[in-house]
């Protein structure tokens, strides 16, 4: 069976500071994978795909990037992180291709202060 | 381009009522959708989808959903709410124009006894 894990679950850092969080998928080959974000009241922004190692594309453009060095793994960095940073990110794998749902992992926590 | 308009960003629906959560789709093909649940601080996890196959799709905790093509609507229903039910609901469009679902506003759903 598939899963899909992320961390760490909960982080606070200072403004300024840089980040890394990291998604894994085990069970599958070859995943799309999803950076999504939610801030506090606000539905789903969807931040970054890939189709492959290496591939990331960006849907909005802002100081996060993406990197994908493996073929189930997904990082989401900053270099400087911003008070409206701040909120809940989920990672997320699908078959690929795909017409099919997502699935998603338990996501982080973070808050910019 | 595919999208999903969710109608009314909180529900308030006293134990054993009926739920009824909107949910109206913009598409130019055949769409693929979706219901999915977010308990807090957790990710999101798949209630149903529809695939083009029987236009009443039923899915877990008792939550099911019809696709109506003449309204473009596909409204999650349960007959009678428990406490437990109370949680964000989305609705999704899968995205022709690449690998990724498109989500709605979502719905915030809340249960008094």
């Known amino acids: 069976s598939q899963t899909i894990h992320q961390w760490p679950a909960t982080l606070v850092q200072p403004v300024g500071s840089p980040l890394s969080l990291e998604c894994t998928v085990e069970g599958t080959s070859n995943p799309n994978l999803y950076w999504y974000r939610q801030a506090a009241g606000r539905g789903l922004q969807l931040l970054f795909y890939s189709v492959g190692i290496g591939q990331i594309s960006s849907e909005v453009p802002q100081n996060l990037s993406a990197s994908r060095p493996q073929d189930r793994q997904f990082i989401l960095s900053s270099k400087k992180l911003l008070l409206s940073d701040s909120g809940f990110y989920l990672c997320?794998?699908?078959?690929?291709?795909?017409?099919?749902?997502?699935?998603f992992g338990p996501g982080t926590r973070l808050t910019v202060l | 381009a595919q999208s999903v308009t969710q109608l009314g960003s909180h529900v308030s629906v006293s134990e054993g009522a009926l739920v009824l959560l909107r949910c109206n789709y913009s598409s130019s093909v055949p769409p693929y959708l979706f219901w999915y649940v977010q308990y807090p601080n957790q990710g999101l996890q798949l209630l149903l989808k529809y695939t083009s196959a029987a236009t009443l799709v039923k899915g877990i905790n008792g939550f099911e959903a019809e696709f109506k093509k003449s309204e473009t609507s596909f409204h999650l229903t349960k007959p009678s709410a428990h406490m437990s039910d109370a949680a964000e609901y989305f609705c999704a469009v899968f995205n022709n124009a690449g690998n990724m679902l498109t989500f709605g506003g979502g719905t915030r759903l809340m249960v008094k006894p």
């Open positions: 997320a794998w699908s078959t690929s291709p795909t017409l099919d749902e997502q699935f």
